[in-house]
């Protein structure tokens, strides 16, 4: 259509530059009309292809009274013509797109309002949308049953044992754990995990968190396990070995540190040498009886974590971890402090299929009860090969001198190697050598057998 307006501009100019001879022939004012017609219609038809119905009425054509110029008359027609299928085309896809007007007293208010706007856009030149989306419908914003229930998980550990100091195999089931977790509102979420073996049931962790707070900020409320290291916020089936360090054990508890209390999370707004850093503070009422053997008042947790991504495949960890605490009821105060280092190698092209990771971490223990001050040492290393998608083999090395009392330090090597049948059941078979002098040299076999189901699986951080 294009090309048909040029030849006719083209021909109106001609028309207008023939020889004076020739031009006295020529009705100069209708060759004029016929120039700025087809000016009006080429921009009708700019504004057609640019996406937008052109306003108004349709260009009104010049009369040329025939017979007066054969020239004239022909290019009259041609623009004639061109000036239907310009406004034929504008007809066809603006007002075919348009929607049907609908009555003004219809019993649908919103249907009124929404055809009079639509009348006033094509009025205006605005090309109507076709709506090719499925109708709306509106639902209240109340969450409804299915919706109010939590992400719901379920975690089992069985373990056999054979140990140098019992006779025969030993069965027992290690835990069952129930994991709970939920987006209360597009502010706050909550976990919980509940812990259920032969001794009862036990809240390992139950807490609320905010996130996009200003300056970064993460705040947990509740009972959670607390940043120590690279491995005390894992919880014991997600371990790489069966059991938590020996250092942790002998410095916090049994089963780590948690407590309950308040927790402020930040990502520092700065880099070094390129790595991303992180600030946890905590004030936390924690069941730890070397730390606050049996006191009330909370325990102050400070952690600085630092994050290098050396390559594609390699990045680097390195913390570090103070803890202060005192019960006045025992004339007790204490304070441990620990740096953490963490390798891992996973090549991308390797997926979930291999990698290599390498811990090592180690803490200073400070105690003063009534006077009787000791300052003790652990520490362990840790590495774990991951050869295939299902096998695993690791190895860990623990030292550790107790907290308090004789100093009659204690080691243990324990080897590792886990098959994973899929990402929901893996079995591990771990050795372990234990000394100290005071008991000797112990020896110990376990099977462990490790089964989840639901949406957080062997949940790591």
Known sequence: MRSIFRTAVFALLAASTWPAAAAAQVPVAAVDSLRHAVVRLTARLDSLEAGTCPAGP???????TPGRD????????????????????????????????VPADTADPLAAIRAAADSAAA??????????????????RQRNQSAMN??????????????????????HLEEIELAFQAALDPYSHTKIFAGISEDGIEIEEGYL????????????????????GD???????????????????????????SGVGLSLYSALPLSIAGGTHELYLQ????????????????LVLGRLQNFWQLSRSTYVQLGATGIVAENPDTSLTSDLIGVDLRLTIRPPEAGTRQDFTARAE?????????????????????LQWRTSQRWVFGARYDYVEPPSGPNVAEWAVTPAITWWQSEFVFLRLEGQRHHDNLTGTLDRLTLQVVWAMGPHKHETY
Not at 58 to 64: A, S
Not at 209 to 228: A, E, H, M, N, S
Not at 234 to 249: D, I, K, N, T
Not at 283 to 298: C, I, K, N, Q
Request: glycine share 10%.
């Open 362 to 382: 180690g803490y200073r223990f400070h105690s003063d009860l009534d006077g009787e001050v000791a300052t003790r040492y652990g520490a362990f290393a840790d």
């Open 209 to 228: 968190y905010w996130t996009g707070l200003p300056g970064r900020l993460r705040v947990d409320l509740g009972k959670f396990r607390q940043p120590v």
């Open 283 to 298: 004030a936390t009422a924690s069941e730890s009886d070397p730390l606050v053997a049996g006191g009330d008042l909370p």
């Open 58 to 64: 349709g260009v009104p054509l010049p009369t040329i």
């Open 70 to 101: 054969a020239t004239v008359d022909s290019l009259a027609a041609a623009v004639g013509a061109l000036a239907a299928r310009v406004e034929g085309a504008i007809a066809a896809r603006c007002r075919a797109a348009a929607p049907p007007r």
């Open 150 to 171: 939590p992400e719901i998980s379920a975690t089992g550990d069985v373990r056999l044992e054979v140990r140098e100091d019992h006779e025969g195999p030993d069965f």
């Open 231 to 257: 491995l005390n916020r894992w919880h014991l089936h997600a371990l790489p070995e069966g059991e938590y360090p020996l250092v942790y054990q002998r410095y916090l508890s049994e089963e780590g540190l």
């Open 123 to 140: 009025e205006a030149g605005v090309p109507a949308v076709q709506d090719t989306s499925t109708p709306t419908q509106f639902i209240g």
